[in-house]
């Protein structure tokens, strides 16, 4: 079932690249839901402290745009206020915040493919299974080969499915188990080997 309030997936189709000098002027920002008074996010993706008095040091600090930094292959930022402080995802405070919370079994997707794009523009929430098939088609899914933990390649793939030999002789061969040489001769693995 697709979530009612991720029709965000609309703009996914539309989207459009770049974005333009001018798009700064028009950048909207709400504040994060759990965080009011203390942090916004932007349709653009950026994140920004608000202005605030801190009781205890007795002194008022200035709003500003947090730099984000890369934890793995997202950009995060981390929320704080009075003893607690929290590391959040760019992508899922612009979706959370603009779009709402997602339905169970959603995470959030980059449409382009790009991780470090977080416009709203370019997110939406989609199953486990969209996202993936989302990776594959922008060719940021590893498969074959590009993994790097694999044993086979395609040729070696080729000469199995056409191979008469024992699934145990062949898995000796080529430094694998009999299950997978059973995959690829069922073609439950490597299934893209033509």
């Known amino acids: ?38 942090y916004q ?19 008022t600090y200035g709003g500003r745009v947090l730099a ?13 206020r009075i003893g607690a402080q929290e590391k959040r995802y760019v992508h899922r405070l612009v979706l959370e915040t603009f779009v709402g919370p997602p339905m169970n079994g ?8 790009n991780c470090l794009d977080n416009r709203l523009k370019n997110l939406r929430w989609d199953t486990r299974l969209g996202n993936a098939n989302d990776a594959r088609a922008h060719g940021t899914r590893p498969i074959g080969s590009r993994k790097t933990q694999a044993k086979l390649n395609e040729a070696k793939v080729r000469e ?6 024992s699934s145990r002789a062949l898995a000796k061969r080529f430094g694998v188990s009999p299950t997978i040489v059973e995959r690829v001769k069922r073609r ?3 299934r893209h080997v033509v």
Request: charge should be positive; include cysteine; hydrophobic fraction near 30%.
């Open 1 to 38: 079932m697709e979530n009612p309030q991720s029709d965000v997936s609309g703009h996914c189709a539309s989207y459009s690249g770049a974005m333009g000098n001018n798009r700064i002027s028009m950048e909207s920002w709400k504040s994060v839901p759990g965080w009011e008074g203390l």
């Open 41 to 59: 996010v932007s349709d653009l993706g950026r994140v920004r402290s608000q202005a605030r008095f801190s009781a205890i040091k007795k002194r």
């Open 68 to 80: 984000p930094s890369n934890s793995g292959k997202y950009l995060c930022v981390i929320l704080s």
């Open 106 to 113: 959603h995470e959030a997707c980059h449409c382009n493919g």
């Open 160 to 165: 199995i499915i056409s191979s008469d030999e």
């Open 188 to 190: 439950t693995a490597w």
